[in-house]
């Protein structure tokens, strides 16, 4: 079963990378853990250390398990919140995270659900690969590898598990999404098709 794909859609990129450095270096801040999803996370209430991050788009108040900082990036960076706002993938968007891990963050599941979850590898300068799949019955990881002319990628959460090795010298920057998807079948679809050989199969 393909769990993982990457996805032919535009690469997302930053109107100025200076910009969104100065941005992300002032006001990103620590995720704070302030509810409970899943009985296969290890971090408990009030848990600060595990990631850094930034809100850059917000357009509901709906609580989400982590929160973080929250920085409009619309008068600064107009160009990449146009890109996220039209791409054809979203329906309703109501946030836009960018998140970078700490420490190695271990195979979980985010909320078992039996949908595909889009992320982009905004930034990630590792010539090695740093995420991974499992089956969630093994510990077998098969890492993801991403073609030149993307950097988005989606995963069945509930097929599969997910995490990522952390190594301090080459730190990255992944956007999430939390929103309503339409046109999925046919994006995941011709994406599959497209990178036949960067799908992973569990």
């Known amino acids: 079963m393909i769990v993982a794909t990457p996805l032919d859609l ?8 200076s910009v969104l450095w100065a941005i992300w270096n002032k006001y990103s801040g620590d995720l ?20 850094r991050g930034l809100d850059i788009y917000r357009a509901s108040l709906a609580r989400t398990a982590w929160t973080a900082p929250y920085y409009d990036i619309s008068r600064e960076l107009p160009q990449l919140l146009r890109d ?11 946030r836009v995270r960018i998140i970078q891990s700490n420490m190695d963050i271990p195979a979980h599941s985010d909320d078992r659900r ?15 690969s740093q995420w991974y799949f499992t089956a969630n019955d093994s510990d077998e990881r098969k890492y ?18 997910h995490g990522s090795d952390y190594r301090p010298e080459h730190t990255k920057l992944l956007v999430q999404f939390y929103g309503e998807y339409k046109h999925e079948p046919q994006v995941i679809a011709r994406s ?3 990178y036949k050989e960067y799908t992973i199969t569990l």
């Open 10 to 17: 535009a690469p997302l990129q930053p109107d100025s990378w």
């Open 32 to 51: 704070v853990k302030t509810s409970t999803n899943l009985t296969d996370s290890d971090a408990s209430i009030g848990n600060r250390s595990i990631w």
């Open 84 to 94: 996220i706002k039209n791409n054809e993938m979203f329906d309703i968007l109501h």
């Open 114 to 128: 039996a949908s595909w979850y889009l992320r982009c590898m905004l930034h990630n300068t590792d010539v090695n």
């Open 144 to 161: 993801l590898h991403m073609p030149k002319d993307t950097n988005w990628f989606a995963y069945n959460d509930a097929a599969c598990k």
């Open 192 to 194: 599959i098709n497209k």
